[in-house]
């Protein structure tokens, strides 16, 4: 698959997590194009992937929005956690550009969430100090303005009307402060999928709609807009299904008298196309998942939770090299218990999380567990070393999940 590149793709290198929930001190590092979490239930895996949902709505929505529909800080904070939460990004804009580092720490406060402390740094040179060129504490701080933010550059004062105001996503919307406006863009565009193959099969209102929404309710409406502004884009979308699912021929989507859009599936052997509500969980879930990864403006972030859910064994693969080709123009993280799907991943792409003794989430990259890295020279298959327990991590008949294996720099 070859994508139209929107623009070069920003990276996130790493991600420091402190007090947010099972996480409570939690460090990946030197993060890939695509990125697996593996682990038993319970483990992390999507509190980790929520943890990109939330800062998500914190930019499109507000960090009150985000804060309060899960429970504000009493459901939030690690227990027994003395501080605020932490979310720490080390990210590039572009490849060879200088590392930037976004920091934000929340808490609660009398009256709701407070951005207790928020900033951006990076080092222009091989030498010196990091610069910090936005810092905040409770809505006071300052930033710096220009296309390259350096030391010797003017810092404007700048107060915010509310604490619970994130500095980046404010700032970030003004032409003065280009490398802020960039983390803003950058954060807003993520998408991160809670998909439901029910909600798959609503008939929204008509009217073309370009992104599919995180529960993919509005799967028709993006069709919709395939067919009308991509329809060479859409036409190998239904050439990906051909091949995947048998005698699927395409996928329409028709406006209807009372102004709902109505989804079909047509089938080779049969003259009239079936509603998709009649259609396989596998199909609606496989083209789902498509529109998104074939996005003539993909997302430069996208989240997948456990893709393996009503699809075909055999399939996994198939869209894993779908999200391999797709992780050339978007970052890609994926969660999964599903073997298949590790047989087609690097073990250099999959960090294993387990619960230490204290009950909080620990993460391991599979390349760091002793002997994997040589099995897998020798050829053999990630799933497998999984399945027959060289791992050592994420087995949730031992101690859940707990280590039993030698690791190197384990977090």
């Known amino acids: 698959m070859s994508s139209t590149i929107k623009k070069e793709v920003p990276r996130i290198e790493s991600l420091k997590v402190r007090n947010y929930r099972a996480l409570k001190d939690i460090t990946l590092n030197n993060l890939t194009p695509m990125t697996v979490l593996l ?7 999507s509190t980790i992937f929520d943890v990109f949902n939330f800062l998500s709505e ?74 910090r060129f936005l810092e ?57 999928s809670y998909l439901s193959i029910d909600q798959t099969r609503n008939q929204p209102e008509a009217g073309p ?47 209807m008298a009372d102004g709902r859009l109505l989804l079909q599936i047509k089938d080779g052997p049969f003259e009239q196309p079936v509603l998709s509500k009649f259609a396989s969980d596998g199909t609606m879930k496989m083209l789902a998942y498509l529109t998104v990864l074939y996005d003539p403006e993909p997302p430069l972030f996208v989240g997948i939770e456990e893709p393996e859910n009503f699809l075909h064994p055999r399939l996994l693969p198939e869209l894993a090299e779908e999200c391999r080709a797709a992780s050339e123009n978007s970052q890609l993280l994926i969660t999964t218990h599903s073997p298949f799907l590790l047989n087609s ?26 002997g994997i890295p040589e099995m897998v020279r020798a050829g053999s298959s990630l799933g497998y070393l999984w399945m027959e327990g060289h791992f050592g991590f994420g087995d949730p008949l031992v101690n859940s999940g707990a280590p039993r294996q030698e690791v190197k720099g384990n977090k």
Request: aromatic share 10%; hydrophobic share 35%; proline share 6%.
């Open 39 to 45: 682990g038993p239930n319970g483990s992390g895996k």
């Open 58 to 131: 914190c930019f499109q929505f507000g960090l009150r929005h985000a804060w309060d529909r899960r429970g504000r800080g009493k459901e939030l904070k690690s227990r027994g956690a003395d501080g605020p939460i932490v979310f720490e990004l080390k990210y590039r804009e572009a490849p060879k550009t200088p590392i930037i580092t976004y920091h934000l720490a929340i808490d609660e406060g009398v009256k709701g969430p407070l951005v207790v402390e928020e900033w951006l740094q990076w080092r222009r040179g091989s030498k010196g100090q990091p610069f």
């Open 136 to 192: 905040f504490k409770n809505g006071i701080g300052r930033a710096v303005s220009g296309e390259m933010p350096d030391s010797d550059d003017v810092r404007k004062e700048s107060n915010l009307r509310s604490p619970d105001l994130i500095a980046v996503n404010a700032l970030g919307q003004l032409s003065d402060h280009p490398r802020i406006a960039a983390l803003r863009e950058f954060i807003t565009d993520w998408y991160v």
């Open 209 to 255: 709609q370009g992104r599919l929404n995180k529960s993919g309710d509005n799967l028709p409406n993006v069709v919709q807009y395939l067919k009308e502004q991509y329809p060479q884009r859409l036409e190998r979308i239904f050439d990906v299904l051909r091949k995947r699912i048998p005698h699927l021929e395409r996928v329409d989507a028709e406006p």
């Open 345 to 370: 991943m690097g073990a250099e792409e999959v960090w294993v999380l387990y619960r230490d003794k204290t009950g909080f989430t620990k993460a391991v990259r599979a390349s760091d567990i002793k």
